[in-house]
């Protein structure tokens, strides 16, 4: 049953998770909103569509140690250090957003399960929120997602209805967590559905109005060492810096680099997020295959809408959430590759 | 693959193994012989499989396993130095521990498509550890291969690896021949010199046989255009990739190559497999 609670009640909300969970929310710090922590006193902001970062970085951290060494003469020490202890909540969270959550469990819960992914997934309850506010470097519907509606891939589904939220548990996990804030709760009336109703059918039309809203990539075809091939990499990629930007805030980019971090006898191993970008990614004692910009571009890109859907059902590694749009210097996008590769409607 | 592992333990936690041994092959390639602290292989594995070797704190680095799966009581590696793990590696003593782990990878068809057929392998320099792992599982299970051949060659005769197998084991096996050359001749050596890829075309092998085909990425090309030559087709003939890994279980991205892992779905293709892969390897 559709629950609602009342924004002035916020911070006792987040207080009454705060003792079971650890709470993870959208802050603003410096003018930037990211998903971190919670403390009291923190800036939450709900309003902000897209955070700087996705929230990928809580169910696959950006840097995570799991082993600890230590060396003694012959005598080597293994310690497995990594893992996530506490259940938390993850509040917030888009749809775009959600739906790569899924595209990485293709991934990280595959055989050989990751079991530092694992358990970061089983540990937490997904609080998502509706968009009703599509930017216009949107285009989450090229993908199938429905931005309004209730994202299926979440334990609670929220919608923002100005002063108020509608809150709406969709698993155990969820229904636990509802057990847990009903003092915060009132039943959602008619008048609030309908509303929700209204606002929903005015977000599928500002959906369909954006300026991304043509872009289609089950329309990019033919086989896949001809689009390999294509004339497009050489274009597109002359003007790709290596910077990597879009692979760190982008919600799919899964790549990732293991590394020691030294001390004299003792120190750890971690693993953080890489970047395809980078020229380093694959190079090795006898050489490198992707020597270029051109290759190293193409190989994100071709992994995003070719290699990935191929191992997965068709599911296309992007959701369209558009940060990449956003925040390429030189404004290279995703949106550029699928034109050229011919994914308009 | 057979990972007898727990299932619940992280798949990129090492184990221990200590160096039993270490055998200078050349002046840069030592093979590594490693048991559990206890004694006893860390895990079982099939030809041509891979594992993670981890030397903290300086890393990990992914080498195939050069001891056959017949070889009950410890595993080996051979490996040369050229970057920063290799090195370390072999600045250890025997008794030192690292971490290791797997089995990574597919492997040589030894119990499907091998079966009963005449063999032909082919390694360029440090490219004969992983087919090692062939060779002496077919030689002991003799009776289930047909007729071997092996070819092999080093720049140098100072730079041929495993000269007790090349030299001494394989030659007396039953139906098995060893060829092989060098690139550059030395004093004292009396045998082949000459490429991989012309020495094959000299002996002009007969086609009714599997070739097993690893080494450097230049030998590979030549070579594999050579066996067409002289009449083997794609289907006969199985090699390795090798790109950079780090996490050995087909995640971490580094090793993607179209919709292929090579540290999952590799590192054995048959060519024809190959052709189908994006040209960049």
Redesign the interface.
């Given at each position: 049953m559709m629950k609602k609670i009342l924004k002035n009640q916020f911070s006792q909300l987040f207080s009454m998770i705060d003792k079971s969970y650890e709470l993870f929310l959208p802050i603003e710090k410096e003018g930037k909103v990211n998903f971190d922590l919670w403390q009291e006193g923190d800036k939450v902001n709900i309003e902000k569509l897209k955070t700087s970062i996705s929230p990928k970085s809580v169910i696959f951290p950006q840097s995570e140690t799991?082993?600890k060494?230590k060396?003694d003469g012959?005598?080597?020490e293994?310690e497995?250090v990594?893992?996530k202890k506490e259940d938390y909540v993850l509040f917030g969270v888009k749809h775009c957003d959600a739906k790569s959550f899924q595209i990485l469990d293709n991934?990280?819960l595959?055989e050989?399960?990751?079991?530092?992914y694992e358990e970061r997934r089983e540990k937490g309850t997904i609080v998502s929120m509706a968009c009703f506010n599509p930017e216009e470097t949107c285009f989450c519907s090229s993908f199938g997602i429905e931005p309004e509606t209730a994202s299926k891939e979440v334990d609670v589904t929220t919608w923002d209805m100005g002063d108020s939220i509608l809150w709406n548990p969709q698993t155990q996990k969820g229904e636990k967590l509802t057990e847990k804030i009903k003092d915060v709760l009132e039943d959602a009336t008619e008048q609030d559905k309908s509303e929700l109703n209204a606002l929903q059918e005015d977000t599928k039309q500002k959906v369909k109005e954006l300026p991304l809203a043509n872009i289609d990539p089950t329309k990019i075809t033919g086989e896949?060492?001809d689009l390999?091939d294509s004339k497009i990499w050489e274009e597109l990629s002359q003007r790709c810096l290596g910077c990597g930007s879009c692979t760190y805030v982008c919600p799919t980019c899964?790549?990732?680099?293991?590394?020691?971090?030294?001390?004299d006898t003792s120190?750890e191993?971690f693993?953080c997020w890489?970047s395809?970008m980078f020229s380093d990614?694959?190079?090795?004692?006898?050489?490198n295959?992707?020597k270029t910009q051109k290759?190293r571009f193409r190989?994100r890109f071709?992994?995003k809408l070719?290699?990935y859907p191929?191992?997965h059902e068709g599911v296309y590694a992007c959701v369209g959430c558009g940060r990449c749009v956003e925040k390429c210097p030189v404004h290279l996008d995703i949106v550029k590759v699928i034109k050229k590769l011919g994914g308009e409607k | 693959m057979g990972c007898s592992c727990n299932e619940h333990v992280n798949p990129l936690i090492p184990e221990i193994v200590v160096i039993e041994d270490m055998r200078a092959d050349t002046e840069d390639v030592t093979t590594f012989r490693v048991t559990k602290p206890g004694g006893g292989k860390p895990f079982e594995h099939m030809p041509g499989q891979c594992a993670m070797i981890s030397v903290p704190p300086l890393g990990e680095a992914i080498f195939s396993i050069t001891s056959s799966p017949t070889q009950k009581d410890f595993m080996e590696f051979s490996v040369k130095r050229c970057g920063v793990v290799t090195e370390y590696l072999h600045s250890l003593e025997v008794g030192s521990e690292i971490g290791i782990r797997g089995p990574y990878g597919n492997n040589f068809p030894v119990e499907d498509k091998l079966k009963g057929k005449d063999l032909l392998f082919i390694g360029g320099g440090i490219g004969l550890a992983p087919i090692r792992s062939v060779i002496n599982y077919v030689m002991d299970n003799r009776e289930n291969y047909g007729k071997v051949d092996i070819l092999y060659g080093s720049r140098t005769p100072g730079d041929l690896v495993f000269q007790k197998d090349i030299f001494e084991n394989w030659p007396s096996m039953p139906n098995t021949e060893v060829h092989l050359t060098v690139d550059r001749q030395e004093d004292g050596w009396e045998g082949h010199v000459g490429f991989v890829p012309s020495f094959v075309k000299e002996i002009g092998f007969s086609t009714n046989k599997i070739a097993l085909l690893c080494g450097p990425p230049i030998m590979i090309k030549y070579t594999l255009q050579t066996l067409m030559e002289i009449g083997f087709k794609k289907e006969q003939i199985y090699t390795t990739l090798e790109l950079k890994m780090k996490c050995g279980v087909g995640k971490c991205g580094r090793c993607n190559i179209g919709d292929k892992y090579v540290c999952k779905d590799g590192p054995v293709f048959r060519c024809d497999e190959i052709d189908e892969l994006p040209d960049e390897y």
């Open positions: 799991y082993l060494f060396r012959k005598k080597l293994l497995n990594g893992g991934v990280f595959e050989p399960v990751d079991r530092l896949l060492n390999f899964h790549c990732y680099d293991i590394s020691d971090f030294k001390g120190g191993r693993r890489d395809c990614f694959t190079l090795m004692a006898h050489g295959i992707r290759e190989q071709m992994h070719v290699y191929n191992n | -």
